[in-house]
């Protein structure tokens, strides 16, 4: 008999033995979507199929409760015709004991997706577990700070920075800094941040820092809070362990702050702050006594904040975002003196370095990019040309002066009590402060206009400047000004 050529068509209604030259002289039509099955004779139920592409496999096919059923086997090029065969045989077999292959194979593939899927379980259980305080803090900081004001971000940055930054002043001779209350606990695993491990930690803080400490505190009676309000976060945090008797009573509460002004100190002070060498130092810390405003907000004014047509100052305060205050004729011409260096009306002569310049740079690229800045550059970005908190200064002129324990933010409480001789509306002082109103009267019908305030800023200025022994020509052209001290 004759060898078949390879184009000689092969009939598909009878059983051949398999072999490489029939697989290859299988055909299909190529003008519509179709596909054909060839027999084998040796293997029951192992079949070649073809589809009009041209692409070949092996198939099982058999019947199972008078329906047909079809398993793939393989590609032609990747099966020999005996492993197709042994396939087909086990199939036979599997099927011919009751049990449908295509059952078992999704059980197969059902238990190896259930085993990926505990795996995938048990290794983010693991991940979770093993999860410290700082990992979950990084991801509270994200979630909040939408909901947060600057300053309040600025200080959980703060509070959990780590020491060893080389700085120049501040450090007690070290020479860099030391870690802030918050960081020992960041490396902590996030289960062990119990009650007993907060005492000690509250403890040991209270000794050294109470009030940077007391803050602290309070931030991770936040966190905390937050940490049990996430699902991915449960059974490693269990109640607010920061929440007991032992850490709040290490702590304590904070003292309330008394010192201020008294009218007779009032000569004393202005004469030994008027002769500190640094003219803007000098007149910033008389701004914030006739200003009553927080220190931070006088030492970041900008000359574009001053209003010199209506006599007005923008003060951008960290509560309502901006309010309005008089500019009194004493302190604009404090300001007046001042030499124009930069935006900032109480500048810095100090010369930035080239790391200062590249925080700054960073700083606002992240700024005009919408992202985060780096928490390393956060609060050291302020190297940005104005004075910063000049509390030395200000306590060597105290110390001439012979008074004790004022602060800077004693001057705003000094503004405030001043200001009970001259019987001043409550209302007024604490708008020129940036007090919420505390009365249901002045939240929703009382409206105080600029000039308004005016009139009883200035008349608290002057009554402040008489007792003080300062005098000036208020009419004359800020600059031109002849300040004469009793």
Sequence with gaps: MARPKKTDPIDLTEAIELTAGVIERLTCRTDIKAQAFLRDSKAPGLRVRVTNTGAKSFVFEAKLNRQTIRRTIGDVRAWSIDDARAEANRLRVTLDSGEDPREIERDKLTAKAEKQAAAAARAEAAKVAAMTVGEAWAA??????????????????????????????????????IDMPLFPLMALPLRDLTAPVIEAWAAKEAQTRPTSAR????????????????????????????????????????????????????PVWFDAVQKIQNPVIAAALQV????????????????????????????????????????????????????????????????????????????????????????????????????????????????????????????????????????????????????????????????????????????????????????????LKPGKLALVAR
């Design 140 to 177: 509270y900081l994200i979630e909040r700070k939408p909901r947060w004001g600057d300053l309040h971000y600025k200080d959980h940055i703060k509070l959990a920075r780590a020491g060893g930054v080389k700085a120049k002043r501040g450090t007690d001779g070290r020479g860099v800094t």
């Design 288 to 475: 914030m006594l006739l200003t009553g405003a927080r220190p931070g907000e006088v030492l970041t004014l900008r000359w574009d904040d001053l209003n010199t047509k209506w006599k007005g100052i923008t003060i951008h305060d960290k509560v309502e975002g901006e309010r309005v205050i008089p500019l009194t004729p004493y302190v604009w011409h404090l300001i007046a003196t001042l030499p124009k260096r930069n935006q900032w009306v109480f500048s810095s002569t100090r010369a930035v370095s080239m790391e200062d310049k590249n925080i700054l740079r960073r700083t606002r690229r992240a700024k005009e990019n919408g992202s985060e800045i780096p928490a390393g550059d956060v609060m050291q970005a302020s190297a940005s040309g104005h004075i910063t908190m000049p509390r030395s200064h200000h306590k060597c002129a105290c110390a001439v002066a012979g008074i004790d324990g004022l602060t800077l933010h004693g001057l705003r409480r000094s503004f405030k009590s001043l200001t009970e001789w001259l019987e001043i509306p409550a209302g007024v002082v604490a708008q020129l402060m940036g007090h919420k109103p505390s009365a249901t009267a002045e939240k929703h019908y009382t409206v105080r206009p600029v000039d308004l305030l005016r009139v009883h800023h200035e008349k608290i200025e002057a009554w402040i400047l008489d007792q003080a022994g300062v005098q000036f020509v208020a009419d």
């Design 215 to 266: 803050l602290a505190w309070r931030l991770l009676k936040g966190f905390l809070g937050w940490c049990n309000e996430q699902p991915a976060y449960a059974g490693l945090v269990f109640g607010n362990a920061a929440k007991t008797k032992k850490s709040r009573e290490a702590f304590g509460k904070a003292a309330v702050k008394q010192d201020a002004l008294l009218r007779e100190q009032l």
